[in-house]
C-alpha cells in the first residue's frame, strides 16, 4: 500500500519539475536569445552647435522705394480693371448688351496688362538687394506684358464683333471679318510675347541682365549711404524724412477715404492713390537712414575698384602719415561723423599731418558748424576746435562763416 501511494506523486512531482524547465527555456528564448544579454548603454555623441537661421536678405532703400512704385501699377491696373467690371454690370439701355461686356472686356484685359507690368516693377527692380538679378526679373516680365497686350487686342476684336450684334445687326457681315481679323493680331502677339519672355530670360540676354545688375546694385547702395550721409550732415535728413512720412500718410488716408465711398469709377482709383502715398512714405529712407548706414560712402565706393592697395589702409591714417591720402580721409572723416577720431587726432595736436593739414585746419568750423547742426559728429567738432585753438584765434577768422559773411 505505501508503494502504491508513494508512486504517483513522484510521477507528479517529475512532471511539474519538466514543465517549469520547458517555460524557462521559452521564456529565455521570447526574444530570439537577444532578450538575456542586454547591450550597455551607448557613449553619448559631442554635442553640435545648432545651424544659425539663414539670413533673409533685405532690399535696399532704393528698392524699396522701386517696390512701392511697382505697388503703385499695380494698383492703376486693378483699378481700370475694377471699372471694366463695373461697365460690364451697368444697366446702359443705348448700349448693345454684347458690346457693353465686350467693351469691360477690354478694360479688364487693359488693366491686366498694366497689373502685369507693376508686378515686373516690384518683384524685380522692387527687390533690389534681396534678388540675384532684379534687372533681369524685370526685363524678363515684360514678355508677360506682350501677352496680356495680345489679349486686349482681341478683347477689342470682341468689342468689333459685338457692333454687329441686337439693333446693330446689319453691320454684321462687316463687323464679323474685321473682328475676328483684329483677334488674329492679338493671337499673334500673344505668341510673340511668349518667345519675347523665353528670350529674355535666357541666353545672351539673361547674362547682360546679370551684369548690369552687379554694377547697378552696389551703385544705388552707395549713392544711398552717400544722400543719407549728406542728410545727417546738413541736418535735413530727419526733418525731410518724417515730412515725406507725414504727407504719405495723409495721401494714403485720402485714399482711403475715396475707396470707401463706393462710388463709381471714382472708388477704384482710391487704391491707387493709397500705394502713392505709401510710395512717397517710403521715400525719406533715401535722405534717412536707420543708424546702419556707414559714415564713409565715398570711402566703400573707392574699395570696389582696383585701388585696394591704396585704400586699404586708410581707415587708420588720420593720424600718421602712413598714406599720401590721409588728410583726405581726415577731412571726409569730419564731415560725415565716420572718422571723426581720425579727424581729430589729425588735427589736434598741432602737426602737418600731410600736404593738405592747412586745408583740414581751415576748414575745422566748417565741422563745427555741421556738429552743431546733427549732434551727430562729437569727436570730429571736438578735433576740430582744437585744432582751432592750437592755432590761434587768428585762424577761426578765415573759416567759411566769415567767407561768406555769416560771421558777426
Known amino acids: 500500500m505505501k508503494v502504491t501511494t508513494h508512486r504517483p506523486m513522484n510521477l507528479m512531482a517529475i512532471a511539474s519539475a519538466a514543465a517549469l524547465v520547458m517555460l524557462a527555456g ?29 539670413q533673409t536678405p533685405q532690399t535696399t532703400p532704393i528698392g524699396q522705394v522701386g517696390n ?31 458690346t457693353q461686356n465686350a467693351t469691360g472686356g477690354v478694360l479688364i484685359k487693359a488693366g491686366e496688362t498694366v497689373a502685369t ?22 526685363v524678363g516680365s515684360t514678355g508677360n506684358v506682350v501677352v496680356k497686350a495680345g489679349e486686349t487686342v482681341s478683347s477689342v476684336g470682341d468689342v468689333v464683333k459685338s457692333l454687329g450684334s441686337d439693333q446693330l445687326a446689319p453691320l454684321a457681315p462687316v463687323a464679323n471679318p474685321v473682328g475676328g481679323i483684329v483677334q ?32 547697378i546694385v552696389p551703385l544705388t547702395t552707395q549713392v544711398t549711404n552717400a544722400t543719407q550721409t549728406v542728410g545727417a550732415a546738413t541736418g535735413l535728413g530727419s526733418p525731410v524724412n518724417s515730412l515725406l512720412t507725414t504727407l504719405g500718410g495723409t495721401v494714403a488716408s485720402g485714399g482711403s477715404m475715396i475707396t470707401n465711398t463706393k462710388a463709381p469709377v471714382v472708388s477704384p482709383l482710391g487704391g491707387v492713390v493709397t500705394e502713392l ?26 574699395n570696389t575698384l582696383p585701388l585696394s592697395g591704396v585704400t586699404g589702409g586708410l581707415g587708420g591714417s588720420g593720424s600718421g602719415g602712413s598714406s599720401p591720402l590721409a588728410p583726405v580721409t581726415g577731412l571726409l572723416g569730419g564731415l560725415t561723423g565716420g572718422l571723426g577720431n581720425a ?11 600731410g600736404p593738405l593739414a592747412p586745408v583740414t585746419g581751415l576748414l575745422a568750423p566748417v565741422t ?19 585744432a582751432a585753438g592750437a592755432n590761434g584765434a587768428g585762424q577761426s577768422g578765415l573759416g567759411l562763416p566769415n567767407l561768406l559773411g555769416l560771421a558777426r
Open 26 to 54: 521559452c521564456s529565455s528564448s521570447g526574444n530570439g536569445g537577444g532578450g538575456a544579454n542586454p547591450s550597455g548603454p551607448s557613449t553619448p555623441g559631442t554635442p553640435t552647435n545648432p545651424t544659425p537661421p539663414a
Open 68 to 98: 512701392g512704385a511697382g505697388n503703385t501699377v499695380v494698383a492703376t491696373g486693378n483699378a481700370v480693371s475694377e471699372i471694366g467690371k463695373q461697365l460690364q454690370d451697368a444697366n446702359l439701355p443705348l448700349l448693345p448688351d454684347a
Open 117 to 138: 507690368l507693376g508686378n515686373g516693377v516690384r518683384a524685380g527692380l522692387g527687390q533690389i538687394g534681396a534678388v540675384d538679378n532684379p534687372v533681369g526679373v524685370t
Open 184 to 215: 488674329k493680331v492679338g493671337e499673334v502677339v500673344q505668341t510673340g510675347g511668349g518667345k519675347l519672355g523665353d528670350a529674355l530670360n535666357n541666353g545672351p540676354v539673361a547674362q547682360v541682365t546679370q551684369t548690369v545688375s552687379k554694377v
Open 277 to 302: 502715398g505709401k510710395t512717397v512714405a517710403v521715400a525719406g529712407v533715401v535722405l534717412h537712414g536707420n543708424g546702419t548706414v556707414g559714415g564713409n560712402p565715398l570711402g566703400g565706393l573707392l
Open 343 to 353: 579727424a581729430g587726432g589729425g588735427t589736434g595736436g598741432g602737426t602737418a599731418a
Open 368 to 386: 563745427g558748424l555741421v556738429g552743431g547742426l546733427t549732434g551727430g559728429i562729437k569727436g570730429a567738432t571736438s578735433g576740430a576746435t582744437g
